[in-house]
């Protein structure tokens, strides 16, 4: 509640799986690397202001 009266829209985000990298010359894959990965994300963002109708 003290978020949204603040007016915070921050936001964490994980996301766990396989990650694969593969290295590209010229159209041709020159190396591959594949291996289980964490993505973090985090948004300190604020909210927009609300448009009254």
Do not use: C, N, P
């Amino acid at each position: 509640m003290a978020a949204r009266l603040a007016g915070f829209d921050g936001a964490y985000l994980r996301f766990a799986g396989t990650l694969t990298v593969e290295h590209l010359k010229a159209g041709r894959s020159v190396e591959e690397y594949t291996e289980e990965a964490i993505w973090e994300l985090m948004y300190f963002g604020h909210a927009r202001a609300r448009v009254q109708k």
